[in-house]
């Protein structure tokens, strides 16, 4: 690669942009963090994705104190996580995660997983309605929604997200709930964009990147780009921080998005389903909360 990649951005529906191509944080050690979010931002990565959940924003903030990258070249995501569910509670906890990072304003704050059995993603969405309003967060969205739990925050609200931020690889390619994305202007956000590693080895895949002179993984992401996601690939190794930003000097063909199309698998999920995630834990804590007031 010569130079560093120039990565588009992507319009969002208030009026700011996002970086199609980020860096995720997921399973990357706090104290590792500068060292190697500090490795992506040499690469030229200008979104990092982290959450509350991944124990990590304290040193991703570590790593944005350090860098020479001026603060409005980078674009900040993190995410509220279930337990913090609520008007007032998302308040609090936006407060916790903007001292960790160390930012007055958060570029895009999102609700890490809908918990419809918690029945608060409603006023969760209030809160982040409230934090837009008062200049602490530049972009709010969703992530892991259903088209039901968009249409109820829309309906409920008048206010559209500016992404849903789900799993979305070429073995599970979420086709129609994509197509709820474009009717209501929702950024699609792919997590897991090379499917964790696996499925990387298939043999179509694997014709594609000879043909391109690429890794899957590049073609993966080439692919992504193509069908207008933003992808936030992890990688801790530094050789693949840097192979997978660098996939803007070469095209998919017609052929190629066909035969990737082809890979979609109805059971292609990898992480949990959003209709029923956090339910197991949080009956848990309910039946624990009743036992200790029975006492
Ligand atoms: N909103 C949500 O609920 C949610 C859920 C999951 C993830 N996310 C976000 O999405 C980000 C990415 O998802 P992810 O970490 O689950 O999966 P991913 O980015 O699809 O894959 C990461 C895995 O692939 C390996 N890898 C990276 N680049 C590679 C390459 N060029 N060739 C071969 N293997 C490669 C990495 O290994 P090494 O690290 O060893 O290189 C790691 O094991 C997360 O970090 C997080 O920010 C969000």
Redo the contacts with the bound molecule.
Sequence with gaps: MTGRPEVPHISLNDGHSIPQLG??????DDLKAPEIVGTAIDAGYRLI???TD?GNEAGVGRTLKGTAVPRNQLHVTT?LWNDSQGYDQTLRAFEASAAKLGLDVIDLY?I??PCPQRAAYVDTWRAFIELRKQGRVRSIGV??FTTDNLERIIGDTGVVPAVN???L?PGFQQRTLREAHERYGIVTE????????RG?ADPALKAIADRHGR????VVLRWHIENGFVA??????PA??V??IDVFSFALTKEDHATIAGLDRADGR??PDPTSFGRERFLRRLVGRFSRSWI
């Design positions: 860096f995720g944080v997921w399973q990357i994705d982290t959450a991944y995410k999102l890490h997983w992530s892991n931020q789900i799993e690889h792919a997590w897991s964009p090379l499917g964790q590693g990387l890794t899957q993984a590049q936030i690939p992890k990688s801790a190794t693949r921080i192979e997978n990898i992480g």
